[in-house]
């Protein structure tokens, strides 16, 4: 059975950082795209940024660049997010993804596998 476990989530100031992680269980996701979305209250879900496994290309979302970094541990069969100089319009719900053969990396619905969330919030 496949699992995505969020963590690291937390109430940040403007200007300070935070670390997700995601821990994936259940099969070998070498072959996969991981994906971080977000969602704020009232809005919908978007995309922040993704990874290919195997390859190591990353994708970011305009409004994150130049502050977030994604990057997979194949030894532990986790990805981790790092977000810097956070800002009060981060604050949401942080769900991993995982997918094969995704196209498009901001397209949910190409994620197959999805996690519970862990809540940022960015606030003073």
């Known amino acids: 059975q496949v699992q995505l476990v969020e963590s690291g989530g937390g109430l940040v100031q403007p200007g300070g950082s935070l670390r997700l992680s995601c821990a994936a269980s259940?099969?070998?996701?070498?072959?996969?795209?991981m994906a971080w979305f977000r969602q704020a209250p009232g809005r919908e879900r978007e995309f922040v940024s993704a990874?290919?496994?195997?390859?190591?290309?990353?994708y970011y979302a305009d409004s994150v660049k130049g502050r977030f970094t994604i990057s997979p541990d194949n030894a532990k069969n986790t990805v981790y997010l790092q977000m810097n100089s956070l800002k009060p319009e981060d604050t949401g719900v942080y769900f991993c993804?995982?997918?094969?053969?995704?196209?498009?990396?901001?397209?949910?619905?190409?994620?197959?596998?999805w996690g519970q969330g862990t809540q940022v919030t960015v606030s003073s």
């Open positions: 990874v290919s496994w195997r390859a190591g290309n990353t």
């Open positions: 993804a995982a997918g094969v053969a995704v196209s498009d990396t901001q397209r949910g619905y190409e994620y197959r596998y």
């Open positions: 259940g099969r070998t996701f070498t072959a996969y795209t």
